[in-house]
């Protein structure tokens, strides 16, 4: 077998194995005329009869390199119109993007070529260039500056509409592949250079790596595939775990991963280990991870979530005749205030079924009523009690997130707080056997109705 067909082959089962091209796919090639992606280019054009796909090429010049910049973008426009695949090249400017956003050169290239190629893929498929020896890179990357399983598992197949048909392909076959079809490539002088972290790693370290063990690349790609078969096993655990705070930590610290992952947060182990110390230390707590951003603890587990302080809300309410409602929206909670003849019996039913539906004696209340959040200070006298007693105190025996303490709804009249969210009704206004006319609160939902 030549090494054109063992190629296809390879890459044929790699795109098998992970379902990466449904039939009729258009699929956009990142073209940057170098031997990964002109290699990649042409084992997907030679093989896309039997792909029954449409392949077309765009090139990112990314301003930095000048006039090779422009030599590398000519190359591609002349192989692609030799083979008659449709090409198109943009152009971002990647050293100003650099010095806006304070990232590194390497990164700001890397962000607007993604983005470059999704604009230009439209909703197809957009076929990157990496090769095993990239992917044993990245892990070393990933070492080095610190991971968890999940870093160890190296360059995914897919990602969404990105996929990578090379990674099952060395290096070394690549470039024996090109020299065989009789096609050149083009050289990137900054993947000559050692001032990036990647060249660093493939020009010093992994030589050094390779004279102890001339199979290095080989046993760093092995370790990728025992971590994947373990993070895909942790996935499971996750999904099907019901009181995080049972799990073994090894899945702790994957939930705990994958939440600060999905809000864009810096991951590391020692963060990782704190925040689950504070999970299982039991308390209701949160934890500044940036910002605004807290990590919220509570009887459920953790969540993530922005503590943006809310504006205070307050509302003048005239109550309702009897018979009628009034509805409002407090934050994205429905509100709603009914007014009926009193049926003791009925209104035990219905406080047993919903605690968020509490009810006041409708004679008993004076003047005005204000609807709104609670204030600190705050203090309710609850029916059996001598004294009054702060919310604050009430919220947290309740051990009430702090995000719900934040937006919880007080009633007042003239004369101070007659009901209160979480907490009742004050004794002075508690519906009994003689009320008449009974106010009713119902808080739930969201402002489009739908219950939480």
Not at 64 to 75: L, Q, V, W
């Amino acid at each position: 077998m030549n090494l054109t067909a063992k190629l296809q082959g390879c890459m044929l089962r790699t795109i098998a194995a992970h379902d990466m091209i449904p039939e009729g796919s258009p699929v956009t090639v990142g073209f940057s005329g170098g031997a990964d992606s002109t290699a990649l280019l042409l084992l997907l054009y030679s093989l896309a009869d039997r792909l029954s796909v449409s392949l077309s090429a765009v090139h990112v010049n990314h301003g930095i390199r000048g006039e090779e910049a422009d030599r590398d973008e000519r190359a591609c426009k002349e192989l692609c119109t030799r083979y008659h695949i449709p090409f198109s090249s943009v152009h971002v400017d990647a050293p100003s993007f650099a010095a806006k956003t304070g990232r590194s050169m390497e990164e700001a290239a890397r962000i607007l070529r993604y983005e470059a190629l999704s604009e230009a893929s439209g909703s197809g498929l957009i076929a990157t260039a990496h090769n095993c020896g990239d992917n044993a890179e990245t892990i070393l990357f990933n070492i080095i500056r610190g991971t968890g399983l999940k870093g160890l598992c190296g360059i995914p197949y897919k990602r969404g509409n990105i996929i990578r048909p090379l990674l099952d392909i060395s290096r070394e076959d690549i470039e024996l592949y090109l020299k065989e079809q009789g096609e050149g490539f083009v050289t990137d002088s900054t993947n000559l250079s050692d001032d990036y972290t990647r060249n660093r790693i493939r020009h010093r370290i992994i030589p050094e790596m390779q004279a102890i063990n001339p199979s290095f690349t080989r046993a760093v790609l092995s370790l990728k595939d025992q971590a994947y078969l373990y993070e895909d096993h942790l996935a499971g655990c996750l999904d099907r775990a019901v009181d995080i705070r049972r799990e073994h930590p090894a899945v702790r610290h994957r939930a705990i991963a994958e939440q600060l992952s999905l809000h864009g947060l810096n991951v590391s182990s020692d963060r990782v280990r704190l925040l689950d110390e504070l999970l299982m230390g039991g308390k209701n707590t949160r934890y500044q991870l940036s910002g605004s951003i807290f990590a919220v603890f509570d009887r459920d587990g953790f969540h993530i979530a922005d503590m943006t302080p809310s504006a205070p809300f307050s509302q003048q309410i005239h109550l309702p005749r009897t018979g009628e409602r009034v509805s409002l929206t407090a934050y994205d909670r429905n509100v709603t205030i009914t007014r009926r003849v009193s049926d003791i019996l009925l209104y035990h039913d219905e406080v047993n079924k919903n605690l968020t539906y509490m009810s006041l004696d409708c004679d008993k209340i004076q003047g005005g009523v204000i609807l709104r959040t609670r204030r600190p200070g705050d203090k309710i006298l609850l029916p059996g009690r001598e004294h009054r007693t702060e919310l604050k105190k009430l919220y947290s025996s309740l051990k009430l997130p702090a995000e719900q303490r934040d937006k919880a709804l007080v009633m007042e009249d003239e004369q101070g707080l007659i009901w209160s969210e979480y907490a009742g009704t004050a004794a002075r206004a508690a519906a009994n056997e003689h009320t008449k006319d009974v106010i009713t609160i119902e808080i739930g939902g969201t402002a489009d109705g739908e219950k939480q």
